[in-house]
């Protein structure tokens, strides 16, 4: 999805095997306009087909704050002739935009690593460019950055350099919930997503946000099945709702009967809780972005991530992935967020 604005553009797309759904993305951009005024805000809503994409789309055309400029549709299966002549297709549909024309102040997008995204940045003429964080992902944006400010994107060398055109971005702004040291030359400006102060909590109840690391095949399903049970049994006698990430299929999902409630939401987890009356005591997961944008937003909840070993994870090239968003994670400082790293006390 990309968002332009009169001093703004985003964009949230998909990435192969990390596919990133635009309504989550969504939260970041709306926070981040609610806290910068602007004149006005367009979107360029790049989307893949997905079940109730429509509905989506819909909802994003009512967004008040938001002027739909056009929706591009991303196809994956498309592959040699027909992939490069949807390419041009695109690349021609966005000159005639003119986004230039626009006179955007800024621009925001959510996935570094898209060249689709990146094209609409650099057709944007904007001052300012700014990464949204799209949770888990901002800690390797941040060190690659580091390293090399050209974007290593999976596309081919020459269509990105001859064709594309694309340059590095040599000045990012990062908006991130996570204080992070950057490149030199970037700059990072913290947010925080919005709560609501002064509710209930009941310790007796426990969220649990899933994540498709089954479907990934990161972890095996016999594994998952099995840590699930210890934390059932650890946790007795609370009450755990289990809240599936949209990517985990129902035929797992039917494996995990022992818990009190399965729950597939239709808005984001941040949205859920700020709306929530009696607030859980307990949030526990993977490493899952709701425990990098939560924890301090709702200090009166325990926010509790099940750190994974290397003979635990099942494809070994996700191991070295693994090792550093590991590493970020015990770096984040927060008195109500901590690992669980055995089950005999709480």
């Known amino acids: 999805m990309s968002v332009y604005t009169k001093n703004l553009e985003l964009n949230t797309a998909y990435r192969q095997q990390r596919e990133i759904c635009i309504r989550d993305n969504l939260i970041g951009v709306k926070n981040y306009i609610e806290t910068h005024k602007k004149k006005k805000n367009y979107v360029i ?24 400029l056009r929706i591009f549709y991303i196809k994956q299966d498309k592959t040699g002739v027909l992939l490069y002549h949807d390419v041009l297709r695109k690349m021609i549909l966005i000159e ?45 944006v941040v060190e690659n950055r580091k390293i090399t400010k050209k974007t290593p994107f999976k596309a081919n060398k020459i269509f990105v350099d001859k064709i594309l055109r694309l340059k590095p971005i040599e000045y990012l702004n990062i908006y991130s919930p996570v204080n992070l040291k950057t490149a030199p030359g970037d700059s990072l400006e913290i947010f925080r997503f919005k709560g609501l102060e002064a509710r209930k909590v009941d310790q007796q109840k426990i969220y649990f946000v899933g994540s498709p690391l089954v479907e990934l095949s990161y972890i095996s399903s016999e594994f998952n099945s099995e840590y699930f049970t210890k934390i059932r049994n650890f946790f007795k006698p609370k009450n755990i709702y289990y809240f599936a990430h949209r990517r985990e299929s129902d035929e797992n999902l039917k494996n995990y009967h022992l818990f009190d409630e399965i729950i597939r939401d239709k808005v984001p987890f941040e949205t859920r809780l700020s709306t929530e009356k009696i607030l859980p005591g307990i949030i526990i997961s993977y490493l899952s972005s709701v ?20 003979d635990q994870i099942t494809k070994d090239e996700f191991i070295p992935k693994y090792k550093n968003l590991k590493s970020n994670f015990e770096n984040l400082k927060s008195k109500n967020f901590k690992a669980l790293t055995h089950f005999n006390d709480e």
């Open 45 to 68: 809503l790049a989307i893949k087909y997905y079940k109730n994409h429509k509905n989506f789309i819909e909802v994003l055309r009512k967004e008040a704050s938001l002027d739909l």
């Open 291 to 310: 425990l990098i944008n939560l924890p301090e937003v709702y200090p009166n909840i325990q926010f509790i991530y099940l750190p994974l070993e290397n």
């Open 96 to 140: 005639l935009l003119g986004l230039k024309n626009y006179n955007f102040d800024e621009v925001l997008f959510t996935n570094y690593y898209s060249w689709f995204q990146n094209y609409l940045v650099s057709k944007s003429g904007a001052k300012k460019i700014i990464l949204i964080s799209d949770g888990t992902g901002i800690f390797d």
